[in-house]
């Protein structure tokens, strides 16, 4: 029985710890789209001023 509940234990922070990076990359997903939205940004308002 011990060993049972030792083995969920480490399977629940196995768990723990996969939500943890999966947050960690949607975070940085998140950033990367941020980053690229204002990339698309500059280069209109640079578009803008070679055209004008």
Known sequence: MAIAIVILAIAIVISAIAIVI??????ILAIAIIDF???????????????F
Request: proline share 0%; net charge negative.
């Open 37 to 51: 939205a204002n990339a698309i940004v500059i280069s209109a308002f640079a578009f803008i001023d070679i055209e």
């Open 22 to 27: 999966l947050a960690i990359a949607i975070v």
